[in-house]
């Protein structure tokens, strides 16, 4: 009598039915080994930070030269103007024209001691604590006393024979600002340089290596 072949057979299919495909599990869900295989990672793009500091640089380096020079320009500029207005009086006495408010000093020769003077005019006010030095027409000066024309007019300075230059006092504004915008224009363009230079290397060190 013949039998029916056995379940426990050679070919006989698994309890969970049908036969595994490799790479897959049971039910065909694919194992993590099996055909899928990883996306490839997306390009990284290049840093711009290079040509960011070179960019940045010639920035720094344009604003600085232009605002430090136009500062320096106009800060020199007001001392140079208010030297336009000094007055050397040879004979120790002269007549100087003022403005309302200005104030006005009286230098004598480095050197030589400071005379006495007086002072007549429309309004004669005090003068400031500020002392100045002044090189003018190849002498040296220095103030001695000072005034301040109340009202705008013609000052009339007698100094008992001793030459003395009358004029405005130094403007230590424009001093200041004439010296910073010297100091802003070169301290910036060092620094603009240097990030410039720094972002040119970086840029052909990294062309290099591509």
Do not use: H
């Not at 056995?6 to 495909?21: E, K, V």
């Not at 840093?47 to 604003?63: C, D, M, N, Q, T």
């Not at 336009?84 to 100087?96: A, D, N």
């Amino acid at each position: 009598m013949t039998q029916p072949p056995s379940s426990s057979g050679p070919l006989a299919p698994p309890p969970s039915g049908g036969w595994n495909q490799p790479g897959q599990q049971p039910g065909g869900a694919p194992q993590p080994g099996g055909w899928n295989q990883p996306a490839p990672a997306p390009a990284k793009k290049p840093s711009k930070a290079p040509k960011v500091l070179i960019i940045l640089g010639a920035v720094i380096i344009g604003l600085s030269l232009v605002i430090g020079i136009v500062t320096a320009v106009i800060g020199f500029g007001q001392v140079a103007g208010g030297a336009e207005k000094y007055q050397i009086l040879e004979s120790g006495s002269g007549t100087y024209t003022a403005e309302a408010d200005e104030t006005v000093q009286l230098y004598a020769e480095e050197g030589t001691p400071a005379p006495q003077c007086t002072i007549d005019g429309p309004a004669v006010g005090e003068g400031t604590i500020q002392t100045s030095g002044f090189g003018n027409e190849g002498r040296e000066w220095d103030s001695f006393d000072s005034f301040t024309a109340e009202e705008a007019g013609d000052y009339t300075i007698d100094c008992g024979g001793t030459p003395v230059m009358v004029g405005p006092p130094v403007s230590i504004g424009g001093i200041f600002a004439g010296l910073g915008g010297i100091v802003l224009a070169i301290g910036g363009g060092v620094l603009g340089f240097l990030l410039l230079v720094v972002g040119v290397i970086i840029l052909l060190l990294r062309r290099g290596r591509d």
